[in-house]
Nanobody, 126 residues
Framework: VQLQASGGGLVQAGGSLRLSCAAS????????VGWFRQAPGKEREFVAA????????YYADSVKDRFTISRDNAKITVYLQMNSLRSEDSAVYYC????????????????????WGQGTLVTVSS
């Protein structure tokens, strides 16, 4: 599986961006796709995840009610709509994929994902 993340950029606080994660070579119709982010000097942290079959979604508390994860079945693409952006949302955002479906508490752990995209930079100016 190859993941191509795109859509990052520079935006003012309060603005919006939509990130895309296009998957190629995804031969399994199951699993979980997640978005993570990493700011300079910080650990990679969970942002959101979506179950491939059920479309169930999960969010970090810090982005709940501001970010929305979704997927387009035809395009095999997962989106992260980010609204009401804050300076603390600035980071490199990565999408990740796995054919596995674990309990909901495990979707936030990076080491549970087998495939990673290259990351896209989001900078929010205050």
């Amino acid at each position: 599986v190859q993941l191509q993340a795109s859509g990052g950029g520079l935006v003012q606080a309060g603005g919006s961006l939509r990130l895309s994660c296009a998957a190629s070579g995804r031969t399994f119709d199951s699993g979980t796709v997640g978005w993570f982010r990493q700011a300079p000097g910080k650990e990679r942290e969970f942002v959101a995840a979506i179950r491939w079959r059920s479309y169930s979604t999960y969010y970090a508390d810090s982005v709940k009610d501001r970010f929305t994860i979704s997927r387009d079945n035809a395009k095999i693409t997962v989106y992260l709509q980010m609204n009401s952006l804050r300076s603390e949302d600035s980071a490199v955002y990565y999408c990740a994929d796995t054919p596995q479906t674990w309990n909901s508490g495990s979707v936030r752990y990076p080491n549970m994902y087998a495939y990673w995209g290259q990351g896209t930079l989001v900078t929010v100016s205050s």
